[in-house]
């Protein structure tokens, strides 16, 4: 029986007693039906639940669906990161996992695209992970946040030459009412090689089984994946197994989020207590990936 359904049933059936006992009750029935009631919307009462939204996108160094950032000025970069912020304020995310995500570098306007992203955005707590950087180069993945950012950490991935170090970050938010905070994770991994891959979830499972061993936390993992669910890879397999993490429709065919390609690289995963209840792909062209935007309830009674 449904919560609505149940608060119908009560009322008509306590409607019901006092229909045929109020005339000529003595003060003892009066109190029988008043326990009746309190009894009866004790039962009917629906566990209390939050609710989070969440969203990743690899922004692609600000580059919208462009070739390359190098052939873009930098009023050009500005103004695509503009389209991403507008996107944000549309959609209001609690919290934003991003990958691609450049501070200044020469390629890509020289300035913190986090910052901008941030402030425009209006999402006033921010984590950035440089993995990669040199000379006037810094890029990674980042998190933005409507609720401050507890305990972060960025980690590099070993290097995997000739492609460009990739890595995660991680931090954790306290919601109001919840006994424990969340993890929350940005991570990006290996586009050219599945072997490369496998190596990163399991340098990413590791990590994450070493910060949680005193201080298990519910987890949200987002991020450009580069692999699908259906892959001869098992890296999406791996992750969920080791982590105990559930996705949205795995299998799903009309969840693609790589314009060129048609398939599914960007996912949201989550532990079991933390539900899903709505999944999009956003139809936005702000970069060469989609966003993906994922409602999530979670019980009140985390311990």
């Not at 090689?193 to 499972?205: F, N, V």
Request: aromatic share 6%.
């Amino acid at each position: 029986m449904s919560g609505s359904d149940c608060q119908e049933h009560c009322r008509l059936d306590n409607d019901s007693v006092a229909k045929h006992r109020l005339g000529r009750a003595p003060i003892f029935h009066l109190w029988m039906l008043l326990v009746l009631v309190a009894g009866s919307s004790v039962g009917c009462t629906p566990p209390q639940t939050t609710h989070l939204r969440v969203m990743t996108l690899n922004v692609a160094h600000g580059r919208k669906d462009g070739a390359n950032q190098l052939l873009q000025h930098s009023r050009s970069i500005r103004a695509n990161l503009d389209e991403v912020a507008l996107l944000l304020r549309r959609e209001q995310p609690d919290i934003v996992a991003l990958q691609e995500i450049d501070g200044p570098s020469f390629w890509s306007g020289r300035f913190d695209h986090v910052e901008l992203l941030s402030t425009e955005g209006r999402l006033p707590h921010s984590f950035r992970g440089e993995h990669l950087s040199g000379p006037q180069l810094s890029y990674g993945t980042a998190l933005l946040s409507r609720l401050k950012l507890g305990d972060p950490l960025s980690h590099k991935f070993e290097p995997s030459l000739p492609t460009p170090r990739k890595g995660f970050v991680v931090a954790s938010i306290q919601l109001p009412g919840l006994g424990q905070p969340i993890d929350i994770v940005s991570v990006h991994l290996d586009f050219s090689r599945a072997s490369i891959r496998g190596k990163q979830i399991r340098e990413l499972i590791a990590v994450l089984t070493d910060r949680q061993r005193d201080h298990p936390r519910p987890l949200i993992i987002m991020g450009d994946f580069n692999c699908g669910w259906d892959s001869p890879e098992q890296t999406l397999h791996l992750l969920v197994e080791e982590l105990e993490l559930e996705t949205f429709r795995p299998k799903a065919g009309n969840l693609a989020t790589f314009n060129s390609s048609g398939r599914r690289l960007d996912w949201i995963f989550v532990s079991p207590r933390l539900e899903i209840e709505r999944y999009r792909v956003l139809p936005d062209v702000v970069a060469d990936h989609l966003a993906v935007v994922a409602e999530i309830t979670l019980p009140n009674d985390i311990p």
